[in-house]
């Protein structure tokens, strides 16, 4: 709590959440948005690996222009990296839990409606982090 929560942090993202009934405990709905700033740097890394783009100028605008190879290797690099949601306030240790992602349309994040009583969340408008 101390060291990520109170301070502003890169690489973070806040939105509405809603249910997703269809996702495993142990996964989050994940909108493209906030998926591919999260994972930008990573994107920008597999796009010149895979000679799509020969510096990070020209990976930056393949993402801007959302190009199909993008969607692939996005896919590819959140398989291995869960990320982090946290609903205020953090009173214990369950406000915060980690997730895998999966891309979902829309600007909300999906969540599995059991996961919820440990952040005391509801779908009424409630928002994380």
């Given at each position: 709590?101390?060291?990520?929560?109170?301070?502003?942090?890169?690489?973070?993202?806040?939105?509405?959440?809603?249910?997703?009934?269809?996702?495993?405990?142990?996964?989050?709905?994940?909108p493209?948005?906030?998926a591919?700033?999260?994972?930008?740097?990573?994107?920008?890394?597999?796009?010149?690996?895979?000679?799509?783009?020969?510096?990070?100028?020209?990976?930056?605008?393949?993402?801007?222009?959302?190009?199909?190879?993008?969607?692939?290797?996005?896919?590819?690099?959140?398989?291995?990296?869960p990320?982090?949601?946290?609903?205020?306030?953090?009173?214990?240790?369950?406000?915060?839990?980690?997730?895998?992602?999966?891309?979902?349309?829309?600007r909300?994040?999906?969540?599995?409606?059991?996961?919820?009583?440990?952040?005391?969340?509801?779908?009424?408008?409630?928002?994380?982090?």
């Amino acid at each position: 709590r101390e060291t990520l929560l109170g301070k502003r942090v890169d690489y973070s993202g806040r939105s509405v959440i809603v249910v997703g009934p269809l996702l495993s405990l142990h996964q989050c709905g994940l909108p493209r948005e906030i998926a591919i700033e999260l994972f930008q740097t990573f994107v920008i890394r597999g796009l010149i690996r895979q000679d799509v783009a020969f510096n990070t100028g020209i990976a930056k605008s393949k993402i801007r222009e959302k190009e199909p190879i993008v969607w692939e290797i996005l896919q590819e690099v959140m398989q291995g990296h869960p990320v982090l949601l946290n609903r205020a306030p953090t009173l214990h240790r369950l406000g915060i839990q980690a997730f895998q992602p999966i891309l979902v349309e829309g600007r909300a994040i999906c969540l599995h409606p059991l996961v919820c009583k440990g952040f005391n969340a509801d779908f009424d408008g409630d928002q994380m982090a």
